[in-house]
């Protein structure tokens, strides 16, 4: 009898799973990707789609999934744990031995006169309003993270426009603070105004309120309530919280990678919602499962950080180096040769999911940090692969 394997999102750590299994080639092993999207979105380049400097932002499913993945064009709107079954938008019902849950990050609200670019739907969105401006025409980027940071640069830097950057804080606060002033100085030579320390009024239509013809909103994340709705363990933002082996607490059966869960420890705060963390997640699932089908324990996740790249325009960036719990260190890049690193990591994360289709395990990553691993249980891997 056959093993079905079910991944819930096609987005970084989904795909990653379902290549990771599909490409073990275990005898009788089903692998079915459910996602509503009909391409694959590179979101790590949503920021240039949006602004127009690239073409389109998303490639064919088939050119990064292990062709032995079955993908099924749907929504899932409930898990029944229970009956080991997933509702799709549809009406059409998934079974499942395994399931992973990687349906990924969701734009919270924005206010009126206001679009969010984090989705394809929104950026597609804005990408019309930025082409439709006249020359001289004023954009406001609400936001004070790196997304926020690199839609201001990359329409500053494309678009005849006049663009004004609002955060509520500082500037890509995460940053070591030289890295950060070097990154706003780079904004400013953008032509990008900096307004910090004031939040922005969401009542009324935020165009009046700044003054602007576009608003382009990149402030917060939110996350699918597939989790909630469906009675599973989940924290306070409805991220699914999962053991360090990445399964829920008392669903042997139902895993978490991605943006939409959360590894419900102390140690692990410092993974924070990217694709850095998401793809070795995604790996560490479908490793899991495998090791799950041949009676072994699972392992812990152990996955780090080694930089931050942040596109500031085609010939301009920044690299923040970091230390494996994502604190920045001393070491920093600026100019052209950041810009260049940031395009290298931005390709390699579609040859790395293509890698993986091609063998599985193939794809490494960082380890994480090593201080209190002791007060953790369960086996420690010194490598992950």
């Not at 790590?44 to 292990?66: M, P």
């Not at 895993?255 to 410092?270: K, L, Q, T």
């Not at 495998?290 to 812990?300: H, P, Q, S």
């Not at 001393?330 to 390699?348: D, P, S």
């Amino acid at each position: 009898m056959g093993t079905t394997a079910v991944i819930l999102g096609g987005g970084y750590a989904g795909v990653m799973a379902a290549n990771r299994l599909a490409a073990s080639g275990r005898p009788g092993l089903d692998v079915v990707l459910a996602t509503p999207e009909e391409r694959f979105v590179e979101r790590i380049r949503l920021h240039e789609y949006t602004a127009g400097t690239r073409a389109d932002a998303t490639v064919d499913f088939t050119s990064i999934l292990h062709p032995a993945v079955r993908r099924i064009a749907g929504r899932a709107v409930r898990i029944l744990p229970g009956e080991r079954t997933v509702q799709l938008a549809g009406g059409e019902t998934l079974t499942y031995d395994y399931l992973v849950y990687a349906v990924g990050s969701a734009a919270a609200a924005a206010p009126d006169g206001a679009v969010r670019i984090e989705q394809l739907e929104g950026a597609t969105a804005a990408r019309g309003r930025l082409a439709a401006l006249p020359a001289g025409a004023r954009v406001a980027v609400v936001g004070g993270g790196l997304t926020a940071v690199e839609m201001a640069a990359e329409t500053a830097r494309s678009c005849d426009v006049r663009v004004s950057l609002h955060s509520a804080g500082p500037v890509a606060p995460r940053l070591r603070a030289q890295t950060r002033l070097s990154v706003e100085k780079s904004l400013r030579r953008a032509g990008v105004e900096l307004h910090s320390g004031t939040p922005v009024p969401a009542d009324g239509d935020v165009r009046t309120v700044l003054g602007a013809d576009v608003v382009l909103w990149c402030a917060g994340f939110g996350v699918p309530g597939l989790a909630r709705v469906s009675g599973l363990p989940v924290n306070d933002d409805g991220r699914l919280r999962v053991d360090p082996t990445l399964r829920v607490r008392g669903q042997d059966r139902v895993y978490g990678a991605g943006d939409a869960a959360v590894i419900d420890e102390p140690f692990y705060d410092y993974l924070r919602m990217c694709c850095a963390a998401a793809l070795p997640m995604g790996a560490d699932a479908a490793g899991n499962i495998l090791r799950a089908l041949d009676g072994e324990t699972g392992v812990r996740h152990d996955s780090g950080f080694r930089g931050l790249c942040i596109s500031l325009g085609r010939s301009d960036g920044a690299v923040q180096f970091l230390s494996a719990d994502d604190s920045p260190t001393r070491f920093h890049l600026h100019g052209r040769t950041a810009a260049v690193q940031k395009e290298i990591i931005c390709r390699m994360t579609l040859r790395w999911i293509r890698g993986e289709a091609k063998r599985s395990g193939a794809y490494t990553w960082p380890t994480g940090p090593q201080v209190g691993r002791a007060t953790t249980a369960g086996p420690v891997p010194m490598t992950r692969s």
